[in-house]
């Protein structure tokens, strides 16, 4: 019986610690996405209404673009 609830016990915090290693992930993965998404609506922000114009985007859609563009 006390190698069944040492094995439970190891099962448990395995579980415990990829849980907390996908949250860290996550964490970090959303910085990276809004430091994507600042960099992309820095660089829409910059273009002239021509240049939006002709790769397709309106001034008034540039956030939801940058936002699309980073997966957020």
Do not use: C, T
Not at 5 to 26: F, I, K, P
Not at 31 to 38: C, H, W
Not at 51 to 65: N, Q, R, T, Y
Request: proline share 1%; net charge negative; aromatic share 12%.
């Amino acid at each position: 019986m006390a190698y069944s609830a040492a094995y439970n016990s190891a099962a448990a915090g395995s579980g415990l610690a990829a849980h907390l290693q996908s949250y860290v992930s996550e964490f970090f993965s959303g910085f990276a996405k809004r430091a994507e998404y600042r960099k992309i609506l820095g660089e829409f922000e910059n273009m002239s209404d021509r240049e939006l114009a002709d790769i397709g985007v309106s001034p008034w859609s540039i956030v939801e673009v940058a936002r699309e563009s980073a997966g957020l």
